[in-house]
């Protein structure tokens, strides 16, 4: 089991002709012992006890603590968004690649290659594509579009998020009606019943608004007391 710890810089880097501004790093969920390279008296007097000479803890948990004290850094986790099976991302293909979706509050992050983001405020319509239920229909999974206003980071207008699996759809859909994305009323077929009648969904949602979820270090990383951060499961 892993967890993914990406880094967003804020100068990508180059190889050949391509450029990197998300930076992948593959973690596990096992104890980790890290010593601290400062000395003791450094740590009280700069991070004020946030920091132990000695970090134990998950991995990821340490290495996030560790960016978050000593780089100044914000390090965000996973939203509450769950999945039917209670995963934090949904398993999807971008393109010819599969990866897994991660809806936050704020935006979605795509890994792993390629690795995207995509704010919410930079959409300018998402809709739900391949959902209608006509009779004899083959479908397992649908897609989602995404438009944006302007043009991403990586020179895309649109993305397409294809395979997902349909019992996913509710779970999605209520979650970017929340966050008061621009959903398109999706189109049906004559005779056909869209995957929106068949639970009874309206698109009036709720006015929830929250942040991403800064991340919190557990008691066991570096002697702090915040609650644990929640990891999501292999991510291969």
């Known amino acids: 089991v892993h967890s993914a710890v ?21 973690t596990t969920k096992t104890e980790v012992e890290v010593e601290v390279n400062m000395e003791p008296e450094r740590l009280r007097e700069e991070y004020g006890g946030k920091l132990e000479p000695i970090m134990t803890g998950k991995h990821a948990n340490v290495l996030a603590k560790l960016f978050k004290e000593v780089g100044k850094r914000k390090v965000y986790i996973t939203d509450k968004f769950r999945t039917t099976t209670g995963q934090e991302s949904i398993k999807c293909s971008l393109g010819a690649q599969s990866g897994s979706l991660y809806p936050l509050a704020k935006s979605f992050i795509f890994i792993h290659k390629p690795t995207v983001l995509v704010r919410y405020d930079e959409i300018s319509s998402v809709e739900f594509q391949r959902v209608s239920n006509a009779p004899g229909a083959a479908n397992r999974t649908f897609e989602l579009s995404v438009s944006l206003a302007g043009t991403s980071a990586e020179g895309q207008r649109d993305y397409l998020f294809s395979g997902i699996d349909r019992v996913e759809f509710r779970t999605l859909h209520d979650f970017l009606v929340e966050r008061k994305l621009p959903v398109k009323k999706i189109a049906q077929e004559s005779g056909t019943t869209s995957l929106l009648q068949q639970i009874g969904e309206d698109a009036d949602g709720d006015d929830s608004e929250e942040d991403d979820e800064d991340f919190q270090a557990p ?7 915040e ?4 990891d999501d499961d292999d991510e291969g």
């Open 219 to 225: 008691a066991s990383d570096g002697g702090s007391s």
């Open 6 to 26: 990406i880094i967003v810089l804020e100068r990508p880097i180059r190889q050949g002709q391509q450029r990197y501004q998300y930076l992948v790093i593959r």
């Open 227 to 230: 609650e644990e951060d929640d």
